[in-house]
């Protein structure tokens, strides 16, 4: 059995959004991961990050690579375009998808084996063009899918559910996109939705390159004392930076919060990011603030959650590029090809 396909009635009286999809229509077929798996919580956020910003499932292309994380997208927007590539190879794809239809929204879904060890190359590289997607990476320090050995997040002095040490130093994805010039960089928990809800969404609807790294434990692997990516852990050492609510354009936008605890960040197509800031020193806009806030709370065993950073303002590779406002896939033959006059042209230039 590699799927279950779910009934595809519904009760008429469940509530649809703008667009007349109620959730059940962002939903994909009957997940066959382990109970309890964060994996299924974050599918969980996605659809209801979906069928809030009243997204047509049509206008979303998922790309995943291979892991337990990277099968999620068979469990959401079943009515979606999905791409299941090689393993750490989806940034790549996506980013050829992209450039030949920029008028999809991309998810790019991922683990911590697929972008952190055989697929860092390409995270970094998707990075640092800004391909606008969210990526969202499922981060439980371990291969989940080939039975429990670290990933390269794994923590240094984290032990296995049979008492191995880890002693490599992890890669921190959130560290790397922040360096790497993500114009969104956020890090939540499968087990808060309330806080991933609107993470998603501000990811979706950012225009460059929104990463998130959402801690997700596996229960079958990674969930025992001395993991330092299991639900206890995490409950225990979470540090908030913000609670975010995401407003979109559409709506009303009333402030019902005193001044120097709120701040409104109004993204390129309208929406707002509004922070409630638990910690009246963090500024979500500073790259540098956020890294240095990062690695002092790592230093003290805290992990810090919410939107870490981000440009309101961000372009993407398609900016950089300067390529047609029409996608390139609907280009037709007399526009992609100049022809030999124009050709001669060009190389007559070069010679
Ligand atoms: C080229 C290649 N190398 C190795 C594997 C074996 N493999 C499958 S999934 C996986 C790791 C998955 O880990 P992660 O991305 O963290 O996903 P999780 O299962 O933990 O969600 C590996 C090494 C593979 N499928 N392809
Ligand atoms: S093995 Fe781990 S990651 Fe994979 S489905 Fe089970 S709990 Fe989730
Ligand atoms: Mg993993």
Excluded at 65 to 86: E, M, Q
Excluded at 108 to 134: E, N, P, T
Aim: include cysteine.
């Amino acid at each position: 059995m590699t799927y279950i396909a779910k009934p595809r009635l519904h009760h008429p009286t469940l509530e649809t959004n703008k667009v007349g999809y109620t959730r059940r229509d962002y939903e994909g077929k009957v997940s066959t991961l382990c109970a309890g798996c964060g994996h299924d919580s974050i599918s969980a956020a996605i659809v209801q990050a979906c069928w809030e910003l009243d997204i047509e499932p049509h206008r979303v292309a998922k790309l995943s690579g291979i892991g337990c994380s990277s099968k999620t997208p068979d469990y959401f927007l079943g009515a979606s375009h999905g791409f299941n590539t090689v393993h750490g190879r989806m940034p790549s794809v996506l980013t050829g998808a992209n450039l030949a239809n920029r008028e999809l929204l991309y998810l790019g879904v991922s683990g911590d084996g697929d972008s952190a060890s055989i697929g860092l190359g390409q995270f970094a590289h998707a990075m640092r063009r800004g391909v606008r997607m969210a990526y969202i990476v499922e981060n439980n320090g371990v291969y989940g899918l080939t039975k429990g050995q670290f990933s390269a997040t794994a923590d240094s002095g984290s032990k296995s559910k049979k008492g191995v040490v880890n002693h490599d130093s992890p890669v921190d994805l959130v560290a790397m996109a922040l360096q790497l010039g993500a114009t969104y960089v956020a890090r939540g928990f499968s087990g808060n939705k309330d806080q991933l809800v609107p993470l998603v969404k501000g990811a979706i609807t950012h225009g460059g390159a929104a990463f998130i790294d959402v801690v997700s434990p596996c229960v079958a692997f990674n969930n025992h004392p001395g993991s330092t990516k299991s639900y206890d852990y995490i409950r225990e050492h979470n540090e908030a930076v913000s609670r975010i609510d995401f407003i979109s354009g559409r709506d009303e936008i009333t402030v019902a919060y005193a001044p120097g605890e709120v701040v409104d960040v109004r993204q390129h197509d309208g929406t707002i990011l509004r922070l409630r800031s638990l910690h009246s020193d963090y500024d979500p806009t500073d790259r540098y603030a956020a890294m240095a806030y990062m690695q002092h709370h790592q230093a003290r065993g805290e992990i810090v959650t919410g939107l870490l950073y981000v440009d309101p303002l961000a372009t993407d590779l398609h900016t950089a590029l300067n390529t047609s406002d029409k996608p390139l896939n609907a280009l037709g033959p007399d526009t992609l090809c100049p022809g030999a006059v124009a050709l001669s042209k060009i190389n007559a230039a070069l010679r």
